[in-house]
C-alpha cells in the first residue's frame, strides 16, 4: 500500500495494493496490523455506507469531543470531492483544509483523524461513499460547518447550486462554531 501525506500530514492518502486479473480484482480496505504501523491505530465502532446524486454536497460535519470521530473512507461506485479541515485547537493548520478525489476507479482511501471537520461532494451521476467511524454518531454532539464558509473557502468543483440537506445549509461559519479539546 502506498501513504502520501497531505498538505494536512495527519491526513493521508491511501493507496491500496490492488490484485486484477480477468475475473476482476481484489484489495485489502483494512487490516489493523498494516493501518497501525502508518499511524491509524484505532479501534473502528461503526460503518457507514451512503448514496447520493451528482450534486450532492454532505458537510462539514464533525463530532465534539470526547466523541470525535476519525474516519476512514472510500467510494465504491461514482466519484466525490472529498474535504478535511483541521479544527484542532491550537493546531498550526488550524482552519486549512485539503481535499482529493476518491473513486470506484482509483479505489484511494482517505484518512481523516479525530478533531476534523469532513465534507464531501458527489461529482458523477451517482456515488456510494462507505466510510468506517472511530466513535459512535453522537448526535448531541454533532456539528456542522458551513460548506461555503468564505473564512475556510473551500474550492468544491461545484456544477451549478449543490443540494444540501437543511441541517447542512443551516451549518455555522468557523468562527461561529464550538471546538473542545
Known amino acids: 500500500m502506498k501513504v502520501t501525506a497531505t498538505a494536512i500530514p495527519d491526513v493521508l492518502l491511501i493507496e491500496p495494493d490492488v490484485f486484477g486479473d480477468e475475473r476482476g480484482f481484489f484489495m485489502e480496505t ?30 462539514l460535519h464533525y463530532q465534539l469531543p470526547p466523541r470525535a470521530q476519525g474516519k476512514l473512507v472510500r467510494v465504491t461506485v461514482g466519484e466525490v470531492y472529498d474535504v478535511a479541515v483541521d479544527i484542532r485547537p491550537g493546531s498550526p493548520t488550524f482552519g486549512r483544509w485539503v ?4 473513486s470506484a476507479e482509483n479505489r484511494h482511501l482517505f484518512w481523516i483523524p479525530p478533531g476534523f471537520a469532513h465534507g464531501f461532494y458527489v461529482t458523477s451521476e451517482v456515488a456510494e461513499f462507505q466510510y468506517k467511524c472511530t466513535d459512535y454518531y453522537a448526535p448531541e454532539l454533532e456539528r456542522c460547518i458551513r460548506w461555503d464558509d468564505p473564512q475556510l473557502s473551500v474550492a468544491w468543483p461545484l456544477e451549478g447550486s449543490p443540494l444540501v440537506s437543511v441541517k447542512d445549509g443551516q451549518g455555522l461559519r468557523l468562527d461561529q462554531v464550538e471546538f473542545r479539546e
Do not use: P
Request: proline share 0%; net charge positive.
Open 99 to 102: 481535499g482529493v478525489y476518491l
Open 30 to 59: 483494512w487490516q489493523r496490523k498494516k493501518f497501525a504501523e502508518i499511524g491509524i491505530d484505532y479501534d473502528f465502532v461503526q460503518d457507514n455506507h451512503s448514496r447520493s446524486i451528482k450534486g450532492t454536497l454532505r458537510g
